[in-house]
């Protein structure tokens, strides 16, 4: 009993000294146990892979929406993300899904501009996906496992020290839902809501439509109602009436905050 309450002491004297961060836009505190340059390494190399192991699109109206939609919303988070180096790819693929990743790695599956009806909404995609490396989920769930695993095993002191021993590629790709079978939750429900609404804040600062953010949930929704293997994106991401609910709730905060980014008129140029 007593090694156990050492230990849990332990864990939870470790974040305070290991690190606490306030989350940007809901300002919740949440633990890291992770290095942050180590994630951010591992993330690079991973996208890395990724950029040799699809194939790249050259649709032009696809890059071009892309490239203007990464502009504005590189923009509106740099102060939480002011280390990123930002690179926006479009994959050949015709699946539905979306990801972003620690450095400011984000890949955008070609399948999702087939749903999207307007830019607005390929925005409040990436603007979720984009939510969850600001909020340092990642970090957040494997500094969660560590946690857990060092309580549970006795007599693993030395594993607590650092994340490192935590932090592989397995479960890195893992924690980013990136992982082949793309089975289960990458996130829990209490995260998704988080970057559901920091994503918001973010659409909404870059001019975009937060409206559209219910519109495209629902979409997606359509659409695996009539697909009957659900787009890999709802495999992470079910759709449930709390999300949408909490968007509704947020809107009146999320249009005054666009109204206030003076970018609302950003000229679009469609050829
Ligand atoms: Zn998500």
Not at 88 to 99: E, G, H, L, M, S
Not at 122 to 128: K, L, Q
Request: glycine share 8%; charged share 25%.
């Amino acid at each position: 009993m007593k090694v156990i309450f050492f230990l849990l002491a332990a864990v939870l004297v470790t974040p305070i000294l290991g690190g606490c961060y306030a989350v940007p836009v809901t300002g919740r505190r949440a633990v890291n146990l992770v290095d942050d340059k180590e994630v951010t390494k591992m993330s690079i190399s991973m996208f890395d892979d990724m950029k040799r192991q699809y194939k790249i699109s050259r649709d032009p109206a696809m890059n071009d929406q892309l490239r203007r939609i990464g502009e504005r919303l590189s923009k509106v988070v740099f102060w939480d993300m002011p280390d990123a180096d930002w690179e926006f790819v479009v994959f050949d693929v015709p699946q539905i899904n979306a990801f972003a990743m620690a450095g400011g790695k984000v890949g955008v599956f070609s399948g999702l501009f087939k749903i999207a009806r307007n830019e607005d909404q390929v925005a409040s995609v990436i603007a979720h996906e984009i939510a969850h490396v600001t909020a340092k989920h990642v970090h957040e769930k494997l500094s969660q496992e560590l946690a857990i695993s060092t309580v549970g095993a006795v007599g693993m002191i030395g594993g607590m020290a650092s994340g490192a021993s935590l932090l592989t590629v397995d479960a890195l790709s893992q924690a980013y839902g990136l992982t082949t079978t793309m089975g289960g939750l990458a996130f829990d429900r209490r995260k998704e809501k988080e970057a559901d609404y920091i994503g918001l804040m973010y659409m909404a600062r870059a001019g975009y439509n937060p409206e559209e953010a219910i519109k495209v949930l629902e979409a997606l929704d359509a659409e695996s109602a009539n697909d009957p293997v659900p787009p890999a994106f709802l495999s992470t991401h079910p759709s449930n009436p709390e999300r949408i609910l909490q968007l509704m709730d947020a809107m009146p905060k999320a249009l005054e905050e666009r109204a206030k980014s003076g970018m609302i008129s950003a000229p679009i140029i469609i050829r």
